[in-house]
Each structure stands twice: as structure tokens, then as C-alpha cells.
């Protein structure tokens, strides 16, 4: 018998991307020393092993090609959703996960993806049989979670549990008991005797992906992978991982015990939606009401305290700035920023200085409640930081149950941003009775949503918002 044909390839253990010969830096994600060699026999010589004959093969949908099509002769199937219980998770998905389809849920470890997985369990087992597959801790260890911390109920006729690693036994167990509803913990931990390589190569998790792909489409199984993250949080493997999955879902730790999920791609929905989530005792717990995550909740009105309304996806939330300026201990003042952008409070000074005529020679301390943290872009907390720091230079509570939106220019004016009406309509939705917008921005629509002491008020420019709260 000849001897089997080897291809040999060099690939980035980071990314996927595929090269004819070694470099120190991959191109695709600038990373350096991640380029392999590896070698892997020809699928002619291997026939890609038992576990692709157990399955048919196909692309990444998972089934054969019966040649081409005229687009009216394509039959269209609606997609059908049931919810996982626990609704911050069925918004991100667009209402619920879709049967049949492939999810990937990704986050730094800690974050929660076992736990949260462990709820979609006990949920999917009350109504379609449901396989657990961890191969990342023992069968006692899952249980101890699940049953003793958690206190969950699975439906013992329909869920099963296992610890294997193979994603060939995965195959077999999941045609064996007529399994609905799979969750995998997580792809980096199995392997194939399909192709060469350890656990967690790049060949390893784009087989082993593919092969549970193609059972789930073939037999309408309804697959979560779970995929662990690199040192820079973002997905590892291969970004081909994401072509053959549906929908990826990361999960974002702001503190403690906040989580946020986005979903980076979902074939079934927008990617939009974000859900948040609080970790407890008793598992991760759907928040219905983040904006009281970001406020201080306290009944005493202090100085140095303003409220904003951001827009995260599709959701707007309100949050509060905490601001403390105090004299100048040293020689050169401090400025300390948690969660908001530092180019952005020295741009606030500067204008409060040069057109409000407010000396700000002072040690300033910014910092939002919740760990919320925003990126350097985002402009519509301006006025809620400018408010704050007058209101701590001052020493003078603003105006109770008060909200500020909107942008600062360089000119002291103060601009219009997206979405206002929208946010607006949530801070009046929360009983907040004055809301400081930009003059510019300002909707007769808005009036709609004002009810009896509640007012939208218009500024023009940081003299105007200096005269306000004065």
C-alpha cells in the first residue's frame, strides 16, 4: 500500500489564517509567533476517519448539495423558537433560540458560560431530551453545582450527562438516545480521531466543530458550544469557527457581578441586543431593569453626583457620573477617571475654564457607579460630566431627580447625538422630572412622553447649563 500523502501547512493558532510557509507575525491578526507547521494527512488517504462516515458530509450547513436550484423551486422553512428561561439570554438571540440551529457562547473564565448553561439545561430537559457534555470537569462536579448551589430540577427522563471528550462518542450518544438539545463545554477540549493534533489546535476545533455541525443540521439537534477566550478576551481558535456556527454569544464581566451579553453574529436576528445579567448564590439572574445596576440607589441627595442616559445596542440605560474635585495637593493636578474616557474630561475642563469661566485647577476624580466602563467615543455624557464637576466645585447638590444629555464642543455649545428621543423617553419612563438636553435636539415629540412636573429642558451652550443649575 503507498504511503499516505502528507499536506504540510503552517496556520495562526490565533486566527486560522493559513500561510504556504512560516512568518514571525500573521497578517490577519498581527499577532507574532503564532504561525505553525502542522501536518495532516490527505482526506483521500484518511477518509477523514469514522467519525465524518458516521455523519454525511456536506458544507458548513451540514447537508449535501442536490445540485442547483431556480430560487422559486427553494422550499423556505420558518424558523422555530423556544425561549431558554432566562429572558436577558432570548433577547440576545432575538427571542428565544432557534431549534435546530448552532450557538456559541464565549467568555473569560469566571464569567459565568457554565453556569448559565447549566439553567438552559434544567429548561430544555422539562420539554425535549437534553445531553450535557462537560469534558472539562467530572460528572460529581457538574452535578454538585447544578443540584446543590444552583438547586435545579432536571427531568430525569430527559436529561443525560457525560464526560467524554471524543467527539465521536458525542456522535454516537446523541443518535443513540435521540438527543434534541446539546451543549458542549467546550470545543476546546475535544478531539477527533478524524485528524491529527492535540486538543485545542486549529485542526482539532475546526474538525470537531464541523462534525457536530453537520450531525445537528442532519438530525435537527439544537447545539450551544462553549469556546474559551485568549489573553485579550476575544474568541480563540480559528475564525473560521464562527463561519460554521450560527449565532456567537460573548460574555462581558464589568464587576463583581455584573455580566453583559452580546452577540457578535446571529443568522436568526440583529446583533443589537444586549442582555444583562447579575451573578448570585443561586446563578446568573436576568436584571429587567439594568438602569438600577448603574445608579447609586441611595435616598440622600449628594454633591457631585449627575445622571446620563447611554444607548448600549438597542437598550438605553441610565447611569449616574460621580464626580470629586478637591484642592490641589502637589505641584501638578491629578485626574483619575474610572470608566470614563480621560481625553474626554480633559476636553471638559478646558471648555469649562475657557468659555464658562469656572477655574479648574483642582485633583478630579470621575467615576461611574456599577463598573459600567464607556468607550473613548462616546460623547452623550458631556453635559452629565460637566454637571457633576460644577456640582463638586460648587459644593451644591443638582437639581433632584435631574438627567443630562448631550455633547460638548470645543465651542462651549452643546451638540446634538443620536438617538435622543428615544433616551429622553426612558429618563422620563424612570420618573426623572427635568431632563437637560441640547437645544439643538430638541423634538416637540418629546413632549408626548412629559408628564405633570416633569420638563424637557433646552440649553445652548455650557453658559447656559452653568446658569441653570445655579
Known amino acids: 500500500m503507498a504511503k499516505a500523502k502528507t499536506k504540510i501547512a503552517y496556520v495562526c493558532s490565533e486566527c486560522g489564517a493559513d500561510y504556504k510557509k512560516w512568518q514571525g507575525q500573521c497578517v490577519e491578526c498581527k499577532s507574532w509567533n503564532t504561525v505553525t507547521e502542522f501536518r495532516e494527512a490527505s482526506a483521500a488517504t484518511k477518509s477523514v476517519n469514522a467519525a465524518v462516515n458516521r455523519v454525511k458530509s456536506g458544507g458548513y450547513a451540514g447537508v449535501s448539495s442536490s445540485g442547483v436550484q431556480r430560487i422559486s423551486g427553494v422550499q423556505v422553512e420558518n424558523a422555530a423558537r423556544v425561549t431558554t428561561g432566562l429572558s436577558e439570554l432570548d433577547r440576545v438571540l432575538g427571542g428565544g433560540i432557534t431549534l435546530g440551529s448552532v450557538v456559541l457562547i464565549s467568555g473569560d473564565p469566571g464569567s459565568g458560560k457554565t453556569t448559565l448553561l447549566t439553567k438552559v439545561a434544567e429548561v430544555m430537559s422539562q420539554s425535549m431530551p437534553t445531553l450535557y457534555v462537560t469534558a472539562e470537569e467530572s460528572l460529581s462536579q457538574w452535578a454538585k453545582r447544578g443540584i446543590e448551589r444552583l438547586k435545579l430540577n432536571f427531568n430525569e427522563d430527559n436529561f443525560l450527562l457525560s464526560d467524554t471528550d471524543s467527539v465521536e462518542d458525542i456522535v454516537d450518544q446523541c443518535v443513540e438516545n435521540n438527543i434534541k438539545f446539546l451543549i458542549a463545554d467546550s470545543i476546546q477540549a475535544f478531539e477527533s480521531t478524524a485528524v491529527d493534533g492535540s486538543a485545542g489546535g486549529v485542526t482539532q476545533v475546526k474538525t470537531c466543530a464541523k462534525i457536530l455541525n453537520r450531525l445537528c443540521k442532519q438530525h435537527g ?21 464562527k463561519h460554521i456556527i450560527d449565532t456567537a454569544v460573548h460574555i462581558e464581566v464589568n464587576d463583581a457581578s455584573v455580566r453583559i451579553l452580546r452577540a457578535d453574529k446571529n443568522r436568526f436576528g440583529d446583533t443589537e441586543q444586549v442582555g444583562i445579567f447579575q451573578m448570585t448564590e443561586k446563578g446568573m439572574l436576568s436584571v429587567d431593569n439594568p438602569s438600577r445596576l448603574f445608579l447609586s440607589g441611595s435616598e440622600e441627595h449628594f454633591e457631585g453626583s449627575a445622571i446620563s442616559v447611554i444607548k448600549d445596542g438597542a437598550r438605553n440605560l441610565l447611569i449616574e457620573i460621580q464626580a470629586l474635585a478637591t484642592e490641589v495637593e502637589g505641584e501638578k493636578s491629578i485626574r483619575n ?79 446634538q447625538i443620536p438617538q435622543i428621543v428615544p433616551r429622553v423617553r426612558e429618563a422620563l419612563s424612570h420618573g426623572k422630572k427635568q431632563i437637560y438636553i441640547p437645544a439643538v435636539a430638541y423634538h416637540k415629540s418629546m413632549q408626548q412622553f412629559v408628564k405633570a412636573e416633569q420638563s424637557v429642558i433646552p440649553l445652548k451652550n455650557v453658559k447656559d447649563l452653568i446658569e441653570a443649575l445655579n
Not at 439537534?221 to 474568541?235: C, D, P
Not at 462616546?378 to 448631550?406: C, K, Y
Open 221 to 241: 439537534i439544537t447545539l450551544i458550544l462553549v469556546g474559551q477566550v485568549n489573553k485579550n478576551s476575544q474568541m480563540a481558535g480559528p475564525q473560521t469557527l
Open 337 to 415: 477617571c474610572i470608566g470614563v474616557s480621560y481625553s474626554r474630561l480633559s476636553l471638559i475642563t478646558a471648555v469649562l475654564k475657557k468659555h464658562g469661566g469656572i477655574p479648574t485647577y483642582y485633583d478630579i476624580n470621575i467615576s461611574l457607579v456599577g463598573g459600567l466602563k464607556m468607550a473613548d467615543s462616546e460623547t452623550s455624557t458631556d453635559m452629565a460630566v460637566t454637571a457633576a464637576l460644577l456640582s463638586s466645585i460648587n459644593s451644591r447638590p443638582l437639581p433632584e431627580d435631574s438627567v443630562f444629555i448631550g455633547e460638548l464642543a470645543l465651542t462651549g455649545e452643546l451638540r
